[in-house]
Nanobody, 124 residues
Framework: QVQLVESGGGLVQAGGSLRLSCAAS????????MAWFRQAPGKEREFVAA????????NYADSVKGRFTISRDGAKNTMALQMNSLKPEDTAVYYC?????????????????WGQGTQVTVSS
């Protein structure tokens, strides 16, 4: 059974940093593309960042480019999102997702596996 579990969310002041982690279990995810999405209250879930197998290629939403960094550790089956210079508009539930070959890495529907989410709240 495939399972993704996020951790590391919390409350932080604007300008601060948080590091989210996603632990994968059930199979080896080295050949999977993994991604972070987020969903703010009353809004649709949106793409944040993605990383391909082996960590060779990364992709970021324009809203987080230069502030967030996605990484993965294949040996540990984990993925991380380092979030710096956080803004109140980054407040959302953050989800990790995985799929073997998503045709569009920015599309919610392209991923088969999802975690339960972790809340990130940025105060002004």
């Amino acid at each position: 059974q495939v399972q993704l579990v996020e951790s590391g969310g919390g409350l932080v002041q604007a300008g601060g940093s948080l590091r989210l982690s996603c632990a994968a279990s059930g199979r080896t995810f080295n050949s999977y593309t993994m991604a972070w999405f987020r969903q703010a209250p009353g809004k649709e879930r949106e793409f944040v960042a993605a990383i391909t197998w082996g960590g060779r290629t990364t992709n970021y939403a324009d809203s987080v480019k230069g502030r967030f960094t996605i990484s993965r550790d294949g040996a540990k089956n984990t993925m991380a999102l380092q979030m710096n210079s956080l803004k109140p508009e980054d407040t959302a539930v953050y989800y990790c997702a995985a799929d073997t070959s998503p045709p569009n890495i920015r599309r919610v529907g392209a991923y088969d596996y999802w975690g339960q989410g972790t809340q990130v709240t940025v105060s002004s």
